[in-house]
């Protein structure tokens, strides 16, 4: 087989595939060996094995321990709704979707005070090492983990005020604006930044991926009157959910 100038494992990958999307090689079955694919398509080991490690890397193939190498179910890409602040619902975007459909959705949180590092003392303009009230978020759906959220508020601002634990309290489980407003904070505008990355080990283990699948990640900040006043990392598993925008215009 002719490869032209593309290196001869990506054109072997690029068949692979294909043979994947066209559903010649349907979920479940088994991908050809590593000695078919050096048979049928005139290559070397090394090229073969580096194909099949393409197809892994994009998540199309999961290898099973003494069994070989399978092609991988592919998930309907799901949507998470980031919206606009609705006033109506005074909830969090979570929660504003989970309104909005038949799915029940359900999480767990824990916040802890800590001392906020560089990074997040830079995205809520304060200096490393003022303290921070941190909740870490795990979101279900159907009992799947879909969303995975750490937070950060500044103490100074919220510290011994009814809403210093955003999931307690009068307010506890409301949206950032409600919550802010109560302590005759205004918050008028909201950031968010979509990347995407490698998922870390800890956050697949609880998404239930496997090393090397792409997450989602959404750095969102809330701002009164240019001040941060919440800053929070958003974590979703790209292969199964796509972050849906609706955004008003006034």
Request: no cysteine.
């Amino acid at each position: 087989m002719t490869f032209g100038d593309q290196p001869a494992y990506l054109r072997v990958a690029g068949d692979l595939r294909k043979k994947i999307a066209d559903g010649l090689l349907p979920p479940h079955t088994r991908l050809p060996s590593q000695a078919r694919i050096r048979e049928e398509y005139g290559v070397s080991d090394t090229v073969a094995l580096e194909a099949r490690k393409v197809l892994m890397a994009e998540g199309l193939v999961e290898g099973r321990s003494g069994s070989g190498t399978y092609v991988r179910e592919r998930p309907v890409p799901r949507r998470i709704a980031r919206s606009g602040f609705r006033p109506e619902s005074g909830a969090t975007p979570f929660r504003q979707e989970q309104a909005d459909t038949s799915a029940h959705g359900t999480w767990d949180s824990r916040s802890e005070q800590t001392e906020a590092s560089g990074v997040i003392a830079e995205r809520l303009a304060i200096q490393p090492g003022d303290r921070v009230m941190r909740t870490k978020y795990v979101f279900r759906e159907a009992g799947e983990v879909m969303m995975l959220s750490t937070s950060w508020e500044p103490l100074a601002l919220t510290g011994r005020t009814p809403v210093m634990l955003p999931e307690e309290g009068p307010l506890g489980g409301m949206g950032v604006v409600e919550r802010m407003a109560a302590i005759d904070v205004i918050v008028d505008n909201v950031t968010e930044e979509v990347g995407a990355r490698p998922g870390l080990a800890e956050e697949l283990m609880a998404l239930g991926g496997v090393p090397g699948h792409v997450v989602l990640t959404l750095q969102r900040t809330y701002f009164a009157s240019g001040r941060p006043v919440e800053t929070a990392d958003v974590v979703v598993p790209a292969d199964r959910f796509r972050a849906a925008y609706h955004l008003p215009v006034k």
